[in-house]
């Protein structure tokens, strides 16, 4: 089956620097999306992004954060100046279509990348 | 808001013995309802979904759930469990389909017993 990839798998970062978490999304894929999880907490949606913009986006994803598609297959996250609360596992997803709630059409996603800010 | 409960944070079964991993939604309209596992390592892999139609909802692994709105419960059983099935079981809800996100609850973890 084909799959979402991420790199790296764990990033270590101090606090106030700059990371970026990147994703492979699946190929034929539209619909990219980031989900974080805080150790202990539940999975929460951070951004969705189709046709080059955000479509969505919750209250945590404030101006620290952006998304970009810089060619025709990665997705990142950047995190301009990470804070010790951005210690989580980020979660990448995509999905073919405009909704994942086609009975049809699921949603994948990666494996994640747990970033660690000290 | 839509939001789920889940409830138990740890769940043991022994092997061969009945899954029952619980969820409760809060939901304003029909919703969409998902069950997600992640096995140690990996990303998070869709076991079944609700959307409309039948209220049995069959998924993989032999995993089933029901969607009951009287009780607003969509409850993960197996009837066998198997050590394999060892993994965090996530449900999750969604209840307009204009909207991206699905709400996750805060998952169970399944443990197997010998």
């Known amino acids: 089956e084909p799959e979402v990839t991420q790199t790296p798998s764990h990033q270590v970062t101090q606090m106030g620097q700059e990371v970026i978490l990147r994703c492979v999304p699946i190929s034929n894929h539209l619909y990219f999306y980031w989900y974080r999880q805080i150790l202990g907490q539940k999975v929460e949606f951070l951004v969705s992004?189709?046709?080059?913009?955000?479509?969505?986006k919750s209250e945590i994803f404030d101006d620290q954060f952006s998304v970009e598609r810089p060619d025709g297959s990665n997705f990142t996250l950047k995190i301009r100046s990470t804070k010790l609360e951005d210690s989580a596992m980020y979660f990448c997803?995509?999905?073919?279509?405009?909704?994942?709630?086609?009975?049809?059409?699921?949603?994948?996603f990666g494996s994640g990348t747990q970033l660690s800010v000290l | 808001a839509q939001s789920v409960t889940q409830l138990g944070s740890h769940v043991s079964v022994s092997e061969g013995a009945l899954v029952l991993l619980r969820c409760n939604y809060s939901s304003s309209v029909p919703p969409y309802l998902f069950w997600y596992v992640q096995y140690p390592n990996q990303g998070l892999q869709l076991l079944l979904k609700y959307t409309t139609g039948a209220t049995l909802v069959k998924g993989i692994n032999g995993f089933e759930a029901e969607f009951k709105k009287s009780e607003t419960s969509f409850h993960l059983t197996k009837p066998s469990a198997h050590m394999s099935d060892a993994a965090e079981y996530f449900c999750a809800v969604s209840d307009d389909i204009r909207d991206d996100k699905i709400i996750f609850g805060k998952g169970t973890r399944l443990h197997i017993l010998p």
């Open positions: 997803a995509s999905s073919e279509t405009r909704t994942a709630f086609a009975t049809n059409e699921k949603l994948f």
């Open positions: 992004f189709y046709n080059n913009e955000i479509s969505e």
